[in-house]
């Protein structure tokens, strides 16, 4: 029988229901339940003609209080748990910034032959060595006239030159700095210069451009043994050690006398390979005492001063102390390669 009771008993539980849920499906549900065609509220409004007239209009708008009611509820709680469910997404997706972040794997980073360069000038820099610098365009006088090789002299044909004009050419070797530092500064000297040079020549081991290193001490009673114990010391904070290093006599027109160093073959250690050719031994740079010749051109006593200077490849020593075979890999600006070293 429809009664006050009966609507108010209907509202309660529905609210009661309505406050419980908390999914969208479970809405869905409820909603069907009280608000739906064949809803409980439906129901009631059925038993409408069953009462009588005089209660028929305040019953009748009782469950009209109270489906109005319930509609505002459902929607309100419609939006409570669209609500509650996006900060939980939120909440799920929360970056956790203590995290460690994406390695990116293809940042640039120092070429090998500029790590290896600055590497070399540590090792000088840390033995009293200053770093000087001089031009890629040299004048034929710096590079053969005043290094004691002149215009017909047979020791031109050891470097093939890119000449510019008469007088101008890309330099053959960094020793051109000796002459210009000896030129503008007085001993004693204690000097590195890094830098590129030009030759014509072009296989797997040579390259028309490639980076040298020279070096040069100049005081009075300067020796062979500093030249040794110098070029020992620095060898040996390359390569290793324990690596042995021996000095070969050899000829340049601008020392006398002149070695050449060797170093024990860094991939037998000295028992003899096809990277020593057989010998235990690789040829890594040329030195010498600086020829007097060089003190007159630059006006230095030669009875109170005396120096000594070498001259060492880059590639070369990039190449023996990481193993790499083909000199052209250092231009070719291949990521795979340089990532490597
Ligand atoms: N300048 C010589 C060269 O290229 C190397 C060298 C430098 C030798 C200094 C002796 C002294 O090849």
């Excluded at 002149?150 to 890309?170: C, G, N, V, W």
Aim: aromatic share 10%.
């Amino acid at each position: 029988m429809l009664s006050w009771e009966v609507i108010e008993e209907i509202k309660k539980t529905a609210l009661n229901e309505l406050e419980n849920i908390t999914s969208e499906r479970d809405w869905v549900e409820l909603k069907a339940k009280y608000l739906g065609k064949k809803g409980k509220l439906q129901d009631l409004l059925k038993m409408l003609p069953t009462v009588s007239q005089e209660e028929r209009k305040s019953l009748g708008s009782q469950v009209n209080e109270v489906k109005d009611l319930l509609e505002n509820l459902f929607s309100d709680k419609l939006q409570e748990i669209k609500l509650s469910l996006k900060k939980q997404k939120i909440f799920e997706k929360k970056v956790d910034i203590t995290l460690p972040s994406k390695r990116y794997s293809r940042t640039g980073r120092v070429h090998p032959l500029n790590r290896v360069t600055s590497e070399i000038l540590d090792i000088f820099s840390s033995l009293g060595f200053e770093v000087e610098e001089g031009p890629e365009i040299e004048e034929d006088y710096y590079n053969f006239e005043a290094l004691n090789i002149p215009k017909e002299h047979p020791a031109r044909d050891m470097q093939d030159t890119f000449y510019i004009d008469e007088s101008r050419l890309l330099r053959t070797h960094t020793s051109p700095v000796q002459i210009r530092v000896m030129e503008k500064r007085q001993p004693p000297l204690m000097v590195v210069c890094p830098g590129k040079v030009y030759r014509r020549d072009s296989d797997v081991t040579h390259s028309p451009m490639f980076h040298q290193i020279e070096g040069f001490m100049v005081d009075k009673e300067v020796s062979f043994s500093h030249l040794k114990g110098v070029l020992t010391e620095f060898l040996q904070a390359f390569f290793g050690k324990e690596k042995n290093v021996r000095f070969r006599p050899s000829y340049f027109p601008f020392t006398e006398p002149s070695a050449e160093v060797d170093i024990e073959c860094v991939v037998c250690e000295g028992k003899g390979c096809r990277v020593c050719k057989g010998s235990g031994w690789l040829e890594v740079l040329g030195c010498g005492m600086i020829h007097p010749y060089l003190f007159s051109v630059v006006g230095y006593d030669k009875s109170v001063y005396s120096g000594f200077a070498f001259g060492l490849g880059v590639e070369r020593l990039t190449m023996l102390k990481y193993a790499i075979d083909d000199i052209r890999l250092f231009y070719e600006g291949n990521v795979s390669f340089l990532e490597q070293l």
